[in-house]
């Protein structure tokens, strides 16, 4: 593929090609192509909430695409596999290399490993990526997560064990934007 798109057939284009990529990994139950669509889509209402700018949301709805592609390879350590992707995907749309380098470094700061976000931009997607705790659909999505690692790891993991890890999970863990802290924070209470 060889396009020189514009800034809307970009994404479109990227959401084809991650379709593409994720849709055969049948047993993965959480890390999906729609896990990527709500990871763009809450991105995109984030960083309306924070007033950046249009040229950001483009970059950050390409990360939050492909922050997860990386599963096609392997399931761990994976993320510069993510950044990997995106990276020749954009680069055969003739995207900018300056633009593909925000892509990158922001599809990193959704590793789980990734310490504090340092812009607002990195504090929407990693926001936008854990979304999902304190919503009401939390327990679901978090099960589907549980399915998906005793099928890939070929383990059973015990639910004692597994309520006792998502406790301390969330325990640890917090959101970076203001908007994410006001609309989750009686949820978490």
Known sequence: MNHNSSKLDITE?????VNE??????????HHYNHALEVMERSIYLWK?????????????????????????????????????AKNFLKNMLYSDEKIEKVEWLIMATDPKFKKPRSIS???????DLDNIWRNDFMNTWAKLKKELENIKKIKILNPAWQHGTIKFLEKH??????????RWEKKK
């Open 13 to 17: 284009l990227a959401k084809e090609y």
């Open 21 to 30: 990529l994720l849709t055969p990994l049948e047993n993965h139950y959480y």
């Open 49 to 85: 909430k924070e007033w950046l700018s249009e040229e950001e949301i483009e970059i950050i709805s390409l990360a939050a695409l492909f922050h997860d592609t990386g599963f096609i390879i392997q399931y761990e350590n994976n993320e510069y596999i993510w950044a990997k992707i």
């Open 122 to 128: 990195e504090q929407i997607i990693k926001d936008a």
């Open 174 to 183: 917090k959101y970076y934007t203001k908007t994410q802290k006001e609309e």
